[in-house]
């Protein structure tokens, strides 16, 4: 079965949505119809950026960038939120915790695996998403995604 990337998409719609608790992201989930074949469903943590943030975002990571952004802040970017240190950390607190977030069509649940102490690690933040980091941070937020 071909899936993701080598599939031209036809749209995406968001199917339900919460705010990461203690963070300035959402934890959304994302439809992505294609051109032939079943669509599939991708769990995505999104955040918004403006100024100063959104040109560091825009110069040093372009990639994360999902879409350009208007609001009462000025403009900026709807991004990945794995760059995001502070989201990111929230991200393994909420699974570490077994928080829960209600969303509009139901509930996301934290459930930490038997990894969750090896995602962790050490003091210092290893998500952080400076250049060249951007893929070492998608890993770990998403072995914490996948951990069962």
Known sequence: MVRGKARRIRSTRIMDWTALPDS???LALVEVQYE????DTYFLPLGLTFGKDAEQA???FPNVIVSPAISSSGTGFLQDAVCDDGAC???LSFI???QQAPTRN???RGVPGARIDALR???????????GQR???IRRCSMVIDSS
């Open 24 to 26: 300035n992201a959402v």
């Open 36 to 39: 032939r074949g079943e669509p």
């Open 58 to 60: 825009r110069e040093t």
């Open 89 to 91: 950390a929230e991200l």
């Open 96 to 98: 570490e915790h077994a």
């Open 106 to 108: 139901g509930m996301i």
């Open 121 to 131: 690690g050490p003091a210092e933040p290893p998500w952080l998403c400076g250049a």
């Open 135 to 137: 893929n070492r941070a």
